[in-house]
């Protein structure tokens, strides 16, 4: 019984660091960025760093500009 128990607790404990692991891919897939490969990359590749995770968290949950007009500097 107590094998029982320590298995449901490693699977247990492994699906919750793998879900807090790939948290930044998770948030970017249901926000819907048009272009999520380079927060998966980050958070796969780096993620294993405390700095890689924030990065791609960061990158996952920052908000583009959208229809903002630049000014074009070579027009004066």
Do not use: Q
């Amino acid at each position: 019984m107590e094998g029982i128990v320590w298995m449901l607790v490693f699977l247990v404990g492994g699906s919750l660091a793998a879900g807090l692991y790939l948290l930044p891919t998770v948030v970017v897939g249901l926000r819907r960025r048009p272009n999520p490969m380079p927060v998966v990359v980050v958070n796969v590749l780096l993620g294993w760093t405390l700095l890689g995770w924030v990065a791609a968290l960061a990158m996952a949950v920052h908000t583009p500009a959208v229809g903002v007009a630049h000014p074009d500097v070579t027009s004066r």
